[in-house]
Nanobody, 120 residues
């Protein structure tokens, strides 16, 4: 079974940084991604990584970096220069296909429970 467990969320002031982690089990070579959902808004794709490289939403390009440590079965999202509009619940997601883009929720079958990020 696929399991995804996020950690690393918290509260930070604008301009600060956070690193989210997603511990995985049961995944094979595929696409791992991060999504976020702000209150009252739809869930949106933030970043994805696969053997073909990384892809980012325009709103986070140059500020967020997705990476993975295959030895630890963990995917990370380094978030720098955070803005209040980055506030939301961040979810790790997995799909069996190797192409991450487009980062649409319907293309991802497995989800973590989410971790809250608040930027003030």
């Amino acid at each position: 079974d696929v399991q995804l467990v996020e950690s690393g969320g918290g509260s930070v002031q604008a301009g600060g940084s956070l690193r989210l982690s997603c511990a995985t089990s049961g995944v094979t070579v595929a696409c791992m991604a991060w999504f976020r959902q702000a209150p009252g808004k739809e869930r949106e794709g933030v970043a994805g990584i696969s053997v073909f490289g990384a892809t980012y939403a325009d709103s986070v390009k140059g500020r967020f970096t997705i990476s993975k440590d295959n030895a630890k079965n963990t995917v990370y999202l380094q978030m720098d220069s955070l803005k209040p509009e980055d506030t939301g619940t961040y979810y790790c997601a997995y799909r069996g296909g190797s192409l991450c883009a487009p980062l649409d929720t319907g293309r991802f079958a497995y989800w973590g429970q989410g971790t809250q990020v608040t930027v003030s």
